[in-house]
């Protein structure tokens, strides 16, 4: 009788057993030796290295935590999106996640901001349910946080034609009730 029809017939009976029939054939398998390796190939492992963080007061040394040599970039400040939440000018909604939207998108909003007002985001990332829910698509970009739902508070001409020239923007529509649909997607409208 062959292993294979002795553990399906195992199995069946008690299914403890084809547990334990599974581990054992996992570990006749583990045993199985691999390809023969040519004469000193893989017999020696590279020296481990170890790194340790700088102390305290060399963590502002550029050449102490890693930056290229010779770069004398100053910290990255905050993104004007960024400034622009915490100045008021952009105010996204509780269940309105921004910090997984692509960069190209945060950067619009805050040149939207710049130009016509205030905005506020009113839906970014979407679970399925939630994106049922709102009538959203099957396939939204909504779903991978690369959509936004947006409303400019400032009744201002120009916002779609503006937002239409942006080659960053891929999908656009602007809905009864006021608020704008942008994405990163491919360029349509419906």
Not at 33 to 49: K, W
Not at 114 to 136: D, L, M, Y
Request: some cysteine; charged content about 20%; overall charge positive.
């Amino acid at each position: 009788m062959s292993a294979v029809s002795a553990f399906q017939r195992r199995s069946n009976a008690c299914p403890r057993r084809a547990c334990c029939a599974a581990c054992l054939a996992g570990a006749l398998l583990a045993g199985v030796p691999g390809p023969a390796l040519a004469e000193g190939e893989g017999t020696s492992l590279p020296a481990a290295q170890y790194a340790s963080l700088p102390a305290a007061e060399r963590m502002t040394d550029p050449a102490a935590t890693g930056n290229l040599p010779g770069s004398s970039k100053p910290p990255v400040p905050p993104s004007r999106f960024s400034s622009l939440v915490a100045a008021g000018s952009i105010l996204p909604r509780p269940g309105a996640p921004t910090g997984c939207l692509p960069a190209a998108l945060r950067d619009v909003v805050a040149d939207l901001s710049a130009k016509f007002g205030a905005v506020s985001i009113e839906s970014t990332h979407r679970s399925v349910r939630r994106n049922r829910r709102a009538g959203g698509a099957d396939h939204s970009l909504h779903l991978a946080c690369r959509a936004m739902d947006l409303r400019i508070h400032n009744r201002a001409r120009g916002v779609m034609a503006y937002l239409r020239s942006r080659p960053e923007i891929g999908g656009l529509k602007i809905y009864r009730n006021g608020i704008i649909h942008i994405d990163n997607g491919s360029r349509r409208h419906w």
